[in-house]
């Protein structure tokens, strides 16, 4: 079975500081990684995506992923946080055959002024 | 910019009503998706859709229903609404390995 971990269900960080939202996957094949935001009492919004390529991927906002393939990762980075960064989180993955998203629990962000 | 639309933000209905949450994508895109969200469980995969009258379950479809009679509408059915279906609701679109969603209904049943 698919399945995506989120092990961290809240995470604060200082205004400034760099942050890291963690992702980890089990899929069956090489599947295409996502991270997505949401504001409260709104949709998701696409930040980035990995489907092939550079291991680094820079998105909206700011943010940033790294793939680890040997340790099945996706985290999210971002050098400086805001808090305007403050919302929940989503990682996300897809198999490069189909078109179903599997998703993580959630992350939520606090930037601390 | 694909803009994908739902009926309403807000619903409060009653144990036991049809309910019918509407979802409207203006890209012409093919694949169309309903997820529930609720707290400390994600996303998680109703029903999707990848055209016209097609359907598949995804990894929750009991207790709701599906259709999609035209390609930019993609509506989900309770049935019979029942309290443990309180709950967001998220609609999004897919095209070229990404999904688009929606700004979401929150339903409660009471």
């Known amino acids: 079975a698919q399945s995506v971990a989120q092990p961290e269900d809240q995470v604060n960080v200082a205004e400034g500081n760099p942050l890291t939202v963690k992702c980890t996957y089990s899929v069956s094949g090489n599947p295409y990684l996502f991270w997505y935001v949401q504001y409260p009492n709104r949709g998701l919004q696409f930040l980035l995506k990995y489907i092939t390529g550079d291991n680094l991927v820079k998105g909206s906002y700011g943010f940033e992923a790294e793939f680890n393939k040997s340790q099945t990762s996706f985290h999210l980075k971002k050098p400086s946080a805001l808090v305007s960064d403050s919302a929940l989180y989503f990682c996300a993955v897809r198999l490069n055959t189909g078109n179903q998203f599997y998703f993580g629990t959630g992350t939520s962000l606090t930037v601390i002024p | 910019d694909v803009k994908v639309t739902q009926s309403s933000r807000y619903l409060v209905k009653r144990t036991g009503e049809k309910v019918f949450l509407e979802c409207v994508q203006d890209?012409?895109?093919?694949?169309m998706f309903w997820y529930r969200q609720d707290p400390g469980l994600g996303l998680r995969l109703i029903y999707f859709s990848y055209d016209v009258k097609m359907k598949e379950k995804g990894d929750i479809p009991e207790g709701y229903s599906v259709s999609r009679e035209k390609k930019e509408r993609f509506s989900l059915i309770l049935e019979s609404a029942s309290t443990n279906q309180t709950s967001m609701y998220l609609c999004?679109?897919?095209?070229?390995?990404?999904?688009?969603f929606g700004p979401g209904t929150r339903l409660t049943v009471t």
């Open positions: 999004a679109s897919h095209y070229m390995s990404r999904q688009y």
């Open positions: 890209m012409d895109h093919e694949n």
